[in-house]
């Protein structure tokens, strides 16, 4: 689920950038993938072709266009970049992948990922969009939600209210093979300077060789780590 800003327009182009950029498409399959009438499908795409935010390839179907990777190229990540030097050290003292992950809506999406050079690997890739309902890192994120967020999550979710009570009142929280079978992590929240909670971090690996309890033994590191990204935020 995207964020809506409330100003019709933007949020009718997003979609269009959103749909193309998941597979290059049709004026038709954009139509569909966006629920948009044709002509205002239309007008939106090419008005972002002539900013080249949208382009048309060989056989005519919409794509991402350059204009994006330039403004990325300029883009600063405050949490990505005080992230950069803690994460190294995080899979170095545990052995085992770790993550970041941000809220968006009632998913969470991976923002930042690094994996052990060798062994059983437990791999999220940058731009994976997960459940907010299974893991530890959803129940960091959902726990300092919204109400509402936590309303519309919690009737499917594999955990319930109480558990993120429990996660608030320690400060962490871990999974074993509910996001995943055969995968346990355990996560905690990253605050900015207001002390707000924006992200969450994450160690998982596989449940046979780092236990269905990873709490125990990596609470205290994920709290450190989210601890240094705090202070460079």
């Given at each position: ?9 933007l ?18 399959d ?9 002509a ?13 935010l ?25 949490l990505l970049d005080a ?24 998913v ?18 940058i731009?994976?969009r997960?459940p907010m309902?299974a ?8 726990a ?7 309303r ?20 962490w929280?871990?999974s074993?093979?509910?996001r ?21 971090v994450?160690?998982s690996?596989?449940?046979d060789?780092?236990?269905?309890r990873?709490?125990a033994?990596?609470?205290a590191?994920?709290?450190?780590a989210?601890?240094a ?5």
């Open positions: 689920m995207r964020q809506h800003s409330g100003i019709g327009v949020d009718k182009a997003m979609g269009v950038l959103h749909a193309v950029a998941a597979e290059p498409c049709t004026l038709s954009l139509c569909i993938r966006t629920g948009l009438p044709r205002t499908a239309h007008r939106l795409a090419v008005g972002l072709e002539v900013h080249r949208v382009t048309r390839d060989t056989h005519g179907l919409f794509r991402p266009g350059p204009g994006l990777a330039e403004l990325a190229a300029s883009a600063t990540d405050t992230a950069a030097s803690v994460l190294p050290r995080l899979r170095e003292i545990t052995g085992e992948s770790v993550q970041i992950y941000r809220r968006e809506g009632t969470r999406v991976c923002v930042a990922s690094m994996e052990p050079p060798t062994g059983l690997r437990d791999t999220v890739l731009g994976a997960l309902s893991g530890s890192g959803a129940k960091v994120l959902l300092w939600a919204d109400p509402q967020t936590q519309a999550v919690l009737p499917d979710a594999e955990f319930g209210e109480r558990v993120l009570i429990e996660v608030r009142r320690r400060g929280a871990q074993a093979g509910e995943e079978p055969g995968v346990a992590s355990v996560a905690a929240p990253v605050r900015d300077a207001a002390g707000n909670v924006i992200a969450a994450s160690v690996g596989p449940i060789r780092i236990g269905r990873p709490g033994r990596w609470a590191d994920l709290l450190a989210a601890e990204i705090h202070k460079r935020l």
